[in-house]
């Protein structure tokens, strides 16, 4: 397709196993970062999710999209959309709300098949669009700085309540990253999943069916893969709770039996009951994102909500 591009900035696989060691190392607390869960299994067990009845966030998202969200305002057929963590890309397509002249879309995700296989069915289903893929993590914002700088009318787009995934002080660096990036006057669209019933968030991460627990188990297939690994799968249980302190969910891989595993040559044990943390999910409040994104080097637009007030869309301006 001649309007396709795809170009890969993905970390250096010495740079992930360190990663990876240092978080297993961890004498306080074992950590596995979650950005290894997005390997191609990974995203197609995250997908599946999105579609589960007890996870809200897709879908009140998609629901503000199609109901409440209008771009005529700053959305044009010069727009350059980036979106950080793109996924499916089924969210960008609620955006565009069907338009086929947007100038440039750009999709940054971590996983490369995943990414490469929907950025090709965008560019076939919006012909006049030109893409350019990147695959990167969110960090990488330096390398990949060099093409956005070359991009008019930026608009970024970070849905799905990823931010959540970063703790608050992290939260506000990534924001503030992306003002630098989009430049004075362009416009930030963000989903924020908002605080609410401890058994509704609690609910959405313990589904009936499993699926979360397959997806949180399958970042240790995943580890493996790079550093050569024999985490075993049966050796864990998956455990997800609301942390009422810190205002996140926090999902864990509990050890169910002592053992030890051999990672880049060094041994590492576990006790029975410890756990490997592998993801924070922060919820605020619409006052607490607010806050963030005014230290972060934006003002807001807009707030919009779904009609359960579970979910919601900050529309945010680079001062």
Same mark, same amino acid.
């Given at each position: 397709?001649k309007?396709?591009?795809?170009?890969?900035?993905s970390?250096?696989?010495?740079?992930? @196993?360190?990663l +990876?060691?240092?978080?297993?190392?961890n004498k306080? *607390?074992k950590? +596995?970062?979650?950005?290894f869960f997005?390997d191609d299994?990974?995203?197609e067990? #995250?997908?599946k999710?999105?579609?589960?009845? &007890?996870?809200?966030?897709?879908?009140a998202?998609?629901?503000i %999209?199609?109901?409440?969200?209008?771009?005529?305002?700053?959305?044009?057929?010069?727009? /350059?959309?980036? &979106?950080?963590?793109s996924?499916?890309?089924k969210?960008?397509k609620?955006?565009?709300?069907?338009?086929?002249n947007?100038?440039?879309y750009?999709?940054? =995700?971590?996983?490369?098949?995943?990414?490469?296989?929907?950025?090709?069915n965008?560019?076939k +289903?919006?012909p006049?669009t030109?893409?350019t893929?990147i695959c990167?993590?969110?960090? *990488?914002?330096?390398?990949?700085k $060099?093409?956005?700088?070359?991009?008019?009318?930026k +608009? $970024?787009f970070?849905?799905g309540s990823?931010?959540?995934? #970063?703790?608050?002080?992290?939260?506000?660096? %990534?924001?503030k !990253?992306?003002?630098?990036?989009?430049?004075?006057g !362009?416009y930030?669209i963000?989903?924020?999943?908002?605080?609410?019933?401890?058994?509704?968030?609690?609910?959405?991460?313990n =589904?009936?069916? $499993?699926?979360?627990?397959r997806f949180n /188990?399958?970042i240790? @297939?995943?580890?493996?893969?790079?550093?050569g690994?024999?985490?075993d799968?049966?050796n864990?249980k998956?455990?997800?709770? #609301?942390n009422?302190?810190?205002k @996140?969910i926090?999902?864990?891989?509990i050890?169910?039996?002592k053992h030890?595993v051999?990672?880049?040559? *060094?041994i590492?044990?576990f006790?029975? $009951? &410890?756990?490997?943390?592998? &993801?924070?999910?922060?919820?605020?409040?619409?006052?607490g994102?607010s806050k963030?994104?005014k230290?972060?080097g934006?003002?807001i637009?807009?707030?919009?909500?779904?009609?359960?007030?579970?979910?919601s869309? #900050?529309?945010?301006?680079v001062?």
């Open positions: 397709m309007n396709l591009n795809l170009l890969n900035f970390s250096a696989q010495e740079d992930d @196993r360190t +990876i060691l240092k978080g297993l190392i306080n *607390q950590t +596995i970062n979650s950005k997005y299994v990974g995203s067990l #995250f997908e999710i999105t579609k589960l009845k &007890e996870y809200y966030p897709t879908k998202e998609i629901n %999209l199609e109901k409440k969200f209008y771009t005529k305002q700053f959305l044009s057929e010069s727009s /350059s959309i980036i &979106e950080f963590g996924g499916s890309n969210k960008i609620k955006l565009i709300n069907g338009g086929k947007l100038k440039e750009i999709p940054i =995700d971590i996983s490369k098949d995943f990414l490469y296989k929907n950025a090709k965008f560019a +289903i919006f006049k030109k893409v893929a990167a993590a969110f960090n *990488q914002i330096t390398e990949i $060099g093409i956005l700088d070359k991009k008019n009318n +608009i $970024g970070f849905p990823t931010i959540g995934n #970063f703790i608050p002080s992290e939260a506000e660096n %990534l924001l !990253s992306f003002s630098l990036i989009l430049g004075s !362009s930030m963000i989903g924020v999943d908002l605080i609410k019933s401890k058994k509704v968030l609690e609910n959405a991460y =589904d009936s069916k $499993g699926i979360t627990a /188990s399958n240790l @297939r995943s580890v493996n893969s790079i550093v690994g024999k985490l799968k049966k864990f998956h455990h997800a709770f #609301f009422d302190k810190e @996140r926090e999902m864990h891989l050890s169910k039996v030890s051999n990672i880049l040559n *060094q590492i044990n006790k029975k $009951g &410890e756990s490997i943390h592998t &993801e924070n999910s922060y919820k605020y409040t619409l006052e994102f963030l994104s230290n972060s934006f003002r637009s807009q707030i919009l909500k779904d009609e359960k007030n579970l979910f869309i #900050f529309v945010l301006k001062k």
